[in-house]
């Protein structure tokens, strides 16, 4: 008798800038855990000979490519940035197939659950896709120190991502379990290890 097809739960992480979500990812892939970034995938479906690339070549010309025929993202940004009409087009062109990457590559996972981590999460409305949602949070003070010291950027640029980003509020209205990551790397490691070990008890994501 054939047994039914495996098929690991979504756990969805999020956090805002600043808050560890790339830390506590990596965490996760080190205990074994298949997981996706949402930002790589957005980097796969305009690879060089993929169709999503070619249809932004048709439309924009080749002046948005890179001499090694790879999308050139600061040009392509130049051009949508001055004007929403372009913008809506490449995002109705690139998020239904950034989703099909994400969700058939969680799929694959061979670990009991899977991890699908997102900045945007909660406000592209993928939450719903997931199982549970992990929020990696971090109070304001420490987001924006975080970001000062990793990325070349100034205090004001930092305020107006926050205030870009979904209210950290209603971030966790939507988690069904919350890290606080205040302390150190080991201290955010010992929850994640934590969460993990609870994870592997749940089937389909709820106890």
């Known amino acids: 008798m054939a047994t039914a097809a495996f098929t690991p739960w ?8 600043g808050s560890g979500k790339s830390a506590a990812a990596e965490r996760f892939v080190e205990l074994g855990v298949h997981l996706v970034d949402a930002d790589q995938a957005a ?23 890179q001499a090694d ?15 929403p009409a372009q913008r809506k087009w490449l995002e109705q062109l690139l998020h239904p197939l950034i989703g099909q990457e994400i969700f058939s590559y969680l799929a694959k996972a061979q670990s009991p659950y899977a991890v699908y981590v997102s900045p945007l999460l909660i406000e592209s409305g993928q939450y719903h896709k997931t199982q549970r949602v992990l929020v990696i949070d971090a109070p304001q003070e420490l987001q924006i ?9 100034s205090a004001e640029q930092v305020q107006a991502i926050l205030q870009a980003q979904l209210a950290r509020e209603d971030r966790l209205r939507h988690a069904d379990d919350v890290v606080v990551n205040d302390g150190d790397l080991a201290a955010l ?15 389909g994501g709820q106890p």
């Open 10 to 17: 979504i756990l969805g992480l999020t956090g805002g800038i």
């Open 189 to 203: 490691h010992q929850q994640i290890d934590r969460l993990h070990h609870f994870y592997l008890t749940l089937k």
């Open 145 to 153: 120190a975080r970001t000062l010291a990793r990325d070349n950027t």
């Open 69 to 83: 025929g790879q999308l050139d993202r600061a040009a392509l940004r130049q051009l949508i940035f001055a004007d």
């Open 43 to 65: 980097r796969w479906v305009v690879e060089p000979g993929r169709p999503a690339l070619a249809s932004i070549v048709e439309r924009f010309g080749p002046g948005v490519l």
